[in-house]
Nanobody, 116 residues
Framework: QVQLVESGGGLVQAGGSLRLSCAAP????????MGWYRQTPGKQRELVAT???????NYADSVKGRFTISRDNAKNTVYLQMNNLKPEDTAVYYC??????????WGQGTQVTVSS
């Protein structure tokens, strides 16, 4: 069973920053894309940002210009730098990894809370 190890969540005031990390114990040639999703109670999990093995990125409109996704292939790690955080960014953030055989793995989730 593959386990993704997430870290970096917490409580921050509006306008502040947080950096999420997710380490995947999968050999790099097995990984196609990595990304972050978030979920609030009563709502569906939604895409925040993704990055492919080639470095192409995709962002939700609500975070463009504030969040930056990056990856360190040598460490099998994906990061999400979140700047200018807003109360509406409050959610549980989940790391996702998709392999070249299209198997999808999820992290356990990390809480991000932004106070106004």
């Amino acid at each position: 069973q593959v386990q993704l190890v997430e870290s970096g969540g917490g409580l921050v005031q509006a306008g502040g920053s947080l950096r999420l990390s997710c380490a995947a114990p999968i050999r790099i040639f097995s990984i196609n894309a990595m990304g972050w999703y978030r979920q609030t109670p009563g709502k569906q999990r939604e895409l925040v940002a993704t990055i492919t093995i080639g470095g192409s990125t995709n962002y939700a409109d609500s975070v463009k210009g504030r969040f930056t996704i990056s990856r360190d292939n040598a460490k099998n790690t994906v990061y999400l730098q979140m700047n200018n955080l807003k109360p509406e960014d409050t959610a549980v953030y989940y790391c996702n990894v998709v392999t070249i055989s299209t198997i999808s793995y999820w992290g356990q989730g990390t809480q991000v809370t932004v106070s106004s």
